[in-house]
T-cell receptor, first 117, second 112 residues
């Protein structure tokens, strides 16, 4: 079984300040972890992914996430927020099915990021 | 290179009716997954198709069924619609066994 908990439903920051979106996961196997972003009335865009390589993962638009197995966490960060970062962010876990396929993505409930000028 | 496309964009149906949603995967991808995103929630996995067979299924009733065609495109069918089926339906494509999936813009289904 796998699950994801996003610890904040809403995060509000000022433009130019750091962003931290928190995510904890649970998985019976070595997971792959992702962050997706969803702008209003748009589809989901992949920000970054962790697939058992380097624990610090860099994504698009200056976002990073660090995989911490001991804490079962995969928090998303960005040093300086931009107005265009305002969106909903989803932490996602995927684990192998029968040892062969990464099929099912399990999403967290989402964190809405608001950026104030 | 076209990404994942879905049709229609919006759909309004009445309770008890049936609906078919369509998805064309990203060029080169052979696997299609479907997700339901209710308002204010994260997407929930419905099922996944590869080689024209359902490979995995989430906790959705049999009213939800699907199909994959030889060209890898896919359909999602929902029978006996309920008000609770109102949601954004997302299609995602990938290579079989790959970690990451690419999502289409979704079909917004409203059941009245």
């Amino acid at each position: 079984a796998q699950s994801v908990t996003q610890l904040d439903s809403h995060v509000s920051v000022s433009e130019g300040t750091p962003v931290l979106l928190r995510c904890n996961y649970s998985s019976s196997y070595s997971p792959s972890l992702f962050w997706y972003v969803q702008h209003p009335n748009k589809g989901l865009q992949l920000l970054l992914k962790y697939t058992s390589a380097a624990t610090l993962v860099k994504g698009i638009n200056g976002f990073e996430a660090e995989f911490k197995k001991s804490e079962t966490s995969f928090h998303l960060t960005k040093p300086s927020a931009h107005m265009s970062d305002a969106a909903e962010y989803f932490c996602v876990v995927s684990t192998p099915t029968g040892g062969t396929s990464y099929g099912k993505l399990t999403f967290g409930q989402g964190t809405i990021l608001t950026v104030h000028p | 290179d076209a990404g994942v496309t879905q049709s229609p964009t919006h759909l309004i149906k009445t309770r008890g009716q049936q609906v078919t949603l369509r998805c064309s995967p990203k060029s080169g991808h052979d696997t299609v997954s479907w997700y339901q995103q209710a308002l204010g929630q994260g997407p929930q996995f419905i099922f996944q198709y590869y080689e024209e067979e359902e490979r995995q299924r989430g906790n959705f009733p049999d009213r939800f069924s699907g199909h994959q065609f030889p060209n890898y495109s896919s359909e999602l069918n929902v029978n006996a619609l309920l008000l609770g089926d109102s949601a954004l339906y997302l299609c995602a494509s990938s290579f079989w066994g790959a970690y990451e999936q690419y999502f289409g813009p979704g079909t917004r289904l409203t059941v009245t």
